[in-house]
């Protein structure tokens, strides 16, 4: 049972559907009025590839506007919905401003801002409770990679969100794998390095009874136009968390396309 729970190949010959890759933009702390206007100009939706760009909150409006056929994600939430939090923006105002996505626990908020894993595990909570789709971010440090303990790490991170959302919701999250070394070094996990951590977070999804064979893990960290395609033929790579290449529109669209022409596993 097991067995075919996670062997996608059969999944999809014996129920002959596809899930396509998504490929999400995460702008970071990147933009302006007139930039962002450029560089949405110049991405459009494409077919058998589901897009989303993650830009940040006073933008959201703008690109609201702006898309057609990319969805629209913000990069963080507030844990909490409504109150004396100043500063905060809910999941609730995030659903009201569009979006569909919402990135939490990336290794930015957990490093430089101090989110630990039960944090995360809250703000995919209220992220749900507001109808939208939470992006998880999992991923180790060198010194965690060095030490072989890469899926300690992240069977902990995903554990604390599993307890927080419970089971159920599991399944419509997406969760990405960033491993923290790759992210915007330019030393990208190679393809079989991403496929061992992908199978195993699979494997993890699989045996707490998720159904791992159906949900998305996107790969993030240093994608780049000259290494999608080998990274998006990988069987558990489901599509990409795109930082850098994400703020040049030709390096996207190409990103993007290398993921349509893959489709999926
Ligand atoms: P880079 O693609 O710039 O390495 O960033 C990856 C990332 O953090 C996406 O969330």
Redesign the pocket.
């Known amino acids: 049972m097991t067995c075919i729970l996670y062997n996608r190949k059969l999944l999809w010959a014996s129920f002959s559907f596809m899930v396509q890759k998504l490929v ?1 933009g ?1 702008w ?1 702390l990147n933009g302006c009025l007139a930039a962002n206007e450029a560089l949405i100009g110049a991405c459009g939706a494409l077919a058998g590839v589901d897009m989303a760009v ?1 830009v940040p909150f006073p933008y959201l409006a703008q690109a609201a506007s702006l898309l057609s056929g990319v969805a629209l994600g913000a990069q963080t939430v507030s844990e909490f919905q409504s109150g004396a939090y100043t500063g905060e923006v809910s999941a609730e105002m995030l659903a009201e401003m569009g979006c569909r996505y919402v ?1 939490v626990g ?3 908020r957990r490093t430089l801002f101090g989110e630990d894993d039960a944090t995360v595990g809250r703000k995919a909570l209220s992220v749900l409770r507001a109808g939208l789709v939470p992006i998880v ?1 999992v991923g180790e440090s060198l010194a965690e990679r060095e030490a072989g303990r890469v899926m300690e790490v992240i069977g902990r991170q995903l554990g604390a969100v599993l307890g927080s959302i419970g089971l159920q919701q599991l399944s419509r999250t997406v969760i ?1 794998y ?1 491993p923290v070394w ?5 030393r ?1 996990a190679s393809a079989d390095e991403a496929q061992e951590v992908h199978a195993a977070l699979r494997r993890w999804l699989a045996d707490h009874d998720a159904p791992a064979a159906g949900m998305r893990i996107l790969y ?5 136009t000259g290494n999608a395609a080998a990274l998006f033929a990988m069987p558990d790579v489901d599509g990409g ?6 703020l040049v529109a030709r390096d996207f669209m190409a990103i993007c396309r290398t993921a349509a022409a893959n489709g999926d596993h």
């Open positions: 999400v995460n970071k993650c990135i990336h290794s930015e971010c990405a960033e790759a992210i915007g070094t330019g990208a993030g960290g240093s994608v780049k968390l795109i930082g850098g290449a994400s």
